[in-house]
């Protein structure tokens, strides 16, 4: 019985997919769809053709094909795993293109994907990729599918197949393990709850009437460009049959996001190379090293040792400012800043990038209007954001305004444009933490223990042997700040027994934090308060340029000066947000030094300043109560680790506000300066 119910499974699985070919193939249809291999399967099959004759919009499949049990085998059905193929189609059946498709798929089976074929995954991920939860894929190379009425109905430009294998746990056969919806996430677009019959499943999504989309400019075939904290522009400027020259262009639009020694990388699906670059160079130029590529298999005669990168994932690099003006390898505008990309509201010129590269393509692609970026982007930094890129899309080509002055311009031969958004880190995995401490408790509340990471990736250390990973950090003197975690046990464990507590056995580990920041609330007066901001470099590394943006909650809208950084109010989306840039000559943020003598504990580069509050627009903050502590910090454009506890306010230093004019303030704040000028160890 089981034998024969999985054997119309798999008739049905056929007859589907059959049918859903057949119905798009073929416009006079007589015999309700074709397939009809059974009688059985008759019944059920109609439903799904019906549904995609019924539909004016995009019609999307998914049919599970087979799988087979991999090693290890386990007598343990749900640990089980399977290695499965599926297909899925999109099929447009729309009068007008549908543009940029982009299919959801909801696994939920704890799928790990081997190979794609007619797709990529929309945010990038490499293969294998983990895809329990879904995923979105973006069709590759077919990224628009055409309408029947201009294709005259040409299934091969109507419809994407994506073909998909891969691994999956548990679900004991014969049941077939679907996933849990399939949907177009195209914006405008309405999903029903797909159709599941046995292995098949199947939805027609509508355009929503309802959907207000952008004026969209009819007389071109391309989608908008898209807003994002970070843009990267692939513009061919000139084709020839088997190579094509292009210039690549990253812009930093968000006023937080920030770039420094930047690499980026993409992935090259056609088997392309990058014959020369200017503006900017591959990290491993290996030209000679081609003729094992598959592009020597076709460019038999050819001499690759000018060649700049035969890899699949070159790493791309900016060139430092010197050569700037180099005729060979620079020389073109917005290029060679040592890769360094800042807030278009520190300096405009500074946030755009540009390089050039000659791509040499193989077989089929051999002419030139088969042109098809790169796909899988990805841009890193140091101590920056970490960004999170979508897929290429076509868009109108760019127009350069003429060089040489004259009105003319001219358009790119085609472009593309690479979306890419900050994404915020994930728990312990900040590349900088912050401390708080307040005038009203005299032990501050350190970074979160392995804030950064701990045992190994993210900059941590691998201590974990020593310290425990989940204790919670101990507190400490204000003194204790000042020098590296390493040498702070001693004084931890002293500061423990003054306060009567009991250390942890092993004790907590460091932050692993490369950068920290210590907010301490400094005074709370009738009028106004004030915080001291103290920002600790613990590595060999200069912070050029550096930035720092604080969110507060609502008593910014109190917020009255920085003294001794740049600050201004930020706007919309950064609500509530102040930007903190060093003035100028304190745009440096200096390494970590050795101490006086071999002794003394290594000193972190600091910078200070104290920010004040007036009370006039938000009497209600209650900074006694421990209101004082902003909601976000960021540095470099990082968002930073905040500690999950607040000093206590003790009862011994809740005495009512003195009452004090503004001016005393901006004296106790200047004092303070002054002292911190003369010895930053004042904390
Ligand atoms: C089977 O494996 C699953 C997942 O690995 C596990 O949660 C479950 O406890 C196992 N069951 C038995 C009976 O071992
Ligand atoms: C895949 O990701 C899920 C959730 O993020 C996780 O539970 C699972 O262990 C991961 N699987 C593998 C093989 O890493
Ligand atoms: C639409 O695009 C065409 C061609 O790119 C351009 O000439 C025209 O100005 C655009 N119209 C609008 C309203 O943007
Ligand atoms: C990036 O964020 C913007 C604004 O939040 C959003 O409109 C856009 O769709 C996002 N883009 C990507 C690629 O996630
Ligand atoms: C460029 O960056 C490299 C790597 O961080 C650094 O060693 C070098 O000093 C930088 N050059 C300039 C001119 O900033
Ligand atoms: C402070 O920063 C703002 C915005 O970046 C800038 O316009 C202004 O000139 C800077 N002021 C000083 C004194 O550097
Ligand atoms: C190049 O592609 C275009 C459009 O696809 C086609 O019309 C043309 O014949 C092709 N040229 C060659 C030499 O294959
Ligand atoms: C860029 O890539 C190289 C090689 O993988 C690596 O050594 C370097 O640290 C990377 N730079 C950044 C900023 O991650
Ligand atoms: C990290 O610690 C583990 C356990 O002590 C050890 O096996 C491993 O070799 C260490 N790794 C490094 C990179 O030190
Ligand atoms: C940010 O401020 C703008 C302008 O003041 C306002 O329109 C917007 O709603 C605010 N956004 C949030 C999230 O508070
Ligand atoms: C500080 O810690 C480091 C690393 O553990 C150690 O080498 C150094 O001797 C310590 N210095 C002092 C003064 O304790």
Redesign the pocket.
């Known amino acids: 019985m089981p034998l024969r119910r999985r054997w119309a499974a798999l008739l049905l699985g056929v007859a589907v997919v059959l049918a859903v070919a057949a119905a798009g193939a073929r416009a006079q249809d007589y015999n309700n769809g074709g397939g009809g291999d059974g009688e059985d399967e008759e019944e059920e099959e109609k439903p799904s053709f019906k549904a995609q004759e019924a539909c004016n919009g995009a019609f999307l499949t998914y049919t599970f094909t087979e799988r087979e049990k991999e090693y290890p085998r386990t007598k343990n059905a749900t640990a089980q795993a399977f290695a499965f193929k599926a297909t899925a189609t999109v099929l447009n059946t729309m009068t007008e293109d549908l543009k940029a498709w982009q299919m959801f798929v909801g696994f939920q089976h704890k799928e790990i994907l081997v190979t794609v074929g007619g797709a990529v995954l929309l945010d990038g991920t490499d293969l294998p990729a983990n895809v329990s939860g879904g995923v979105t894929f973006a069709g590759y190379p077919m990224a628009n599918l055409l309408n029947s009425i201009e294709t005259a109905g040409d299934l091969t430009q109507i419809q994407a197949q994506i073909d998909i294998t891969g691994t999956q746990f548990g679900v004991k056969p014969p049941t077939a393990p679907m996933p849990r919806t399939i949907k177009l996430s195209n914006p405008g677009f309405r999903c029903p709850k797909p159709t599941h019959k046995q292995s098949v499943m199947y939805v027609c999504c509508v355009k929503d009437p309802k959907f207000k989309a952008k004026k969209v400019n009819t007389t071109t075939r391309y989608l908008p460009r898209q807003k994002a904290d970070l843009t990267i522009a692939y513009d061919v400027l000139q084709a020839f049959g088997n190579n094509y020259m292009v210039q690549v262009t990253i812009d930093n639009w968000s006023p937080i996001g920030r770039l ?4 980026l990388t993409w992935e090259w699906k056609r088997g392309e190379f990058i014959y020369k670059m200017r503006g900017a160079y591959t ?1 491993n130029k290996e030209g000679p090293a081609c003729v094992y590529s598959p592009a020597a298999g076709y460019y038999k005669d050819f001499d690759f040792t000018p060649a700049y990168s035969c890899e699949k994932r070159p ?1 791309v ?1 900016d060139l430092p400012p010197e050569r700037e003006k180099d005729k060979d390898v620079g020389n073109i505008p917005f290029c060679c800043k040592n ?1 360094t990309l800042l807030p278009p509201t520190m300096d405009e010129s500074k946030s755009r990038a540009v390089f050039q590269m000659q791509v040499f393509k193989l077989p089929p692609d051999l002419n030139r209007t088969a042109l098809y970026p790169p796909q899988n982007w990805k841009i ?3 101590l ?1 954001p970490q960004y999170a890129c979508r897929q290429p899309v076509r868009v109108s080509p760019v127009v350069f305004p003429d060089q040489t002055g004259l009105m003319s311009s001219t358009p790119a031969v085609a472009s593309w444009q690479v979306a890419c958004n900050i994404t915020r880190p994930k728990r312990r995995a900040a590349k900088c933490c912050v401390s708080f401490s307040a005038y009203y408790d005299d032990s501050v509340v350190p970074c979160n223990t392995c804030a950064c990471g701990c045992g190994g990736g993210g900059g941590g250390g691998n201590d974990t042997a020593t310290c425990d990973a989940d204790a919670r950090a101990t507190p400490l003197p204000p003194e204790a700040l000042l020098i590296p975690f390493d040498n702070r046990t001693a004084k931890a464990r002293a500061w423990a027994k003054i306060k009567h507590r009991r250390v942890p056995n092993p004790m907590p580990c460091g932050d692993n934090c490369g950068l920290s920041v210590n907010w301490h609330i400094m005074n709370n007066y009738k009028s106004g308060w004030a915080a001291r901001i103290t920002i600790f470099n613990w590595q060999d590394y200069t912070f050029k340029d550096w930035f720092a943006a604080v969110t507060m909650r609502d008593h910014y809208s109190g917020y009255e000066n920085v003294y001794s950084f740049n600050g201004t109010k930020m706007g919309a989306p950064f609500n509530n947000s102040i930007f903190m840039q060093g003035l100028p000559g304190l745009t440096y943020l200096e390494p970590i030094t050795d101490g006086r003598t071999p002794e003394d504990p290594r000193v972190p580069g600091k910078q200070q300043s104290v920010i004040s509050f007036s009370r006039k627009d938000a009497p209600n903050v209650n900074i006694a109560k421990g209101e004082g502590f902003p909601k976000r910090l960021y540095f470099d454009g990082e968002e930073c680790a905040l500690p999950d506890t607040i000093p206590k306010p003790s009862s011994a230093h809740r005495r009512a506000a003195a009452a004090a004019s503004l001016g005393q303030i901006v004296m106790a704040v200047v004092l303070v300066m002054v002292v911190a000028v003369v010895d930053s160890l004042c904390l």
């Open positions: 420094d020694n930047w690499n990290l790493i690099v890769g890193i930094g140091k920056n």
